[in-house]
């Protein structure tokens, strides 16, 4: 068994989403000055790796307390969506199956790998009819290595809409995906955690998103 960190770091000045709060990470107190080290965090809750609640679109829809734990842990299917362009929409046929009910599904961009350039808002996107498809099968987990599962910038948001609907989580800038795409192809089970932090009445929270493979 082995755990493979899918989060990116926080630090001052990382990519958020256009328009949301920007990061600064520094120092609150020092041991040399005050005998304990402590950190000021300046953050959105959309900050980083995190999950969306289906508040984060609608003021009626469920808060991120007031969902099941069992939304943010589970196994996992990986999608390989490597192939994708930028700007590409990620239709229903790449979910082939489709994936069992209660599966958290993440899919494997390989944006991540613009992560901190200017090319890394033109992602790959999903498709209303994947995020249809995805619901109608049962899937209430759904994960991307790039900064939304919309494209961005957006005027709307379907996928988030349908997905959030159902009362399904999305989690975004994941990163780190190809290892259990190869874990995934060897055979070896996969179980992922997304457990975010413990903000009541939130839209969303940062993660420290981590699979067991194996």
């Known amino acids: 068994m082995r755990l493979i960190d899918l989060s990116v770091p926080i630090a001052t000045g990382m990519p958020v989403y256009p328009g949301d709060p920007r990061v600064t990470v520094a120092p609150a107190l020092s041991a040399t000055d005050d005998g304990v080290n402590v950190l000021h965090l300046d953050m959105g809750s959309q900050s980083g790796t995190h999950v969306d609640a289906p508040f984060h679109i609608d003021d009626t829809l469920p808060t991120l307390d007031q969902l099941p734990l069992e939304r943010f842990w589970g196994p996992a299917v990986v999608v390989d969506a490597r192939g994708a362009g ?9 979910f082939e199956g489709p994936p069992r009910a209660g599966t958290i599904v993440l899919v494997a961009t390989g944006w991540s790998r613009h992560w901190g350039t200017d090319a890394y808002p033109a992602h790959p996107y999903l498709t209303p009819e994947a995020a249809e498809l995805l619901v109608a099968a049962g899937i209430r987990t759904v994960g991307i290595d790039a900064l939304s599962v919309d494209t961005t910038p957006a005027d709307d948001f379907p996928a988030h809409r349908i997905l959030c609907g159902a009362h399904a989580v999305i989690a975004e800038n994941l990163t780190g995906l190809d290892p259990l ?3 995934q192809s060897a055979g070896e089970p996969i179980e992922v955690s997304l457990l975010p932090l413990r903000l009541p009445a939130a839209d969303g929270a940062p993660v420290r998103a981590v699979a067991r493979v194996g």
Do not use: E, Q, V
């Open 86 to 94: 930028p700007r590409t929409p990620l239709g229903p046929s790449l």
């Open 181 to 183: 795409l190869d874990a």
